[in-house]
């Protein structure tokens, strides 16, 4: 089991930043993918972008250039940093953990964090 828990939400101008961080309750090199995901009022839960156990990135199309995707394995935390953000950047964002085992996988969430941007 993996617990997570996000922070760095908040009030953001349009063209702001911000920083989201998510701290895991174990090795982030124990956990096989992590990612963050948000989800817009009335919308679906969308994938952000992910980081491998390997280090492999990817991101959605619309965070490509803006959004950067890291994680520090001594803080065990993941972090999103968020550059040139945009009114359709608000929603809640929520950091998840895929364990693999030999049983098949398990996706584990944190609470989320809220960002708004301004316009």
């Known amino acids: 089991q993996v617990q997570l828990v996000e922070s760095g939400g908040g009030l953001a101008q349009t063209g702001g930043s911000l920083r989201l961080s998510c701290v895991a309750s174990?090795?982030?090199?124990?956990?096989?993918?992590m990612g963050w995901y948000r989800q817009a009022p009335g919308k679906q839960r969308e994938l952000v972008a992910a980081?491998?156990?390997?280090?492999?990135?990817s991101y959605a199309d619309p965070m490509k250039g803006r959004f950067t995707i890291s994680r520090d394995a001594v803080r065990n935390t993941l972090y999103l940093q968020m550059n040139s953000l945009k009114p359709e950047d608000t929603a809640v964002y929520f950091c998840?953990?895929?364990?693999?085992?030999?049983?098949?996988?398990?996706?584990?969430w944190g609470q989320g964090t809220q960002v708004t941007v301004s316009s």
């Open positions: 998840k953990a895929r364990l693999i085992s030999t049983s098949g996988w398990l996706d584990y």
């Open positions: 980081i491998s156990v390997s280090g492999s990135t």
């Open positions: 174990r090795s982030i090199f124990t956990i096989n993918n």
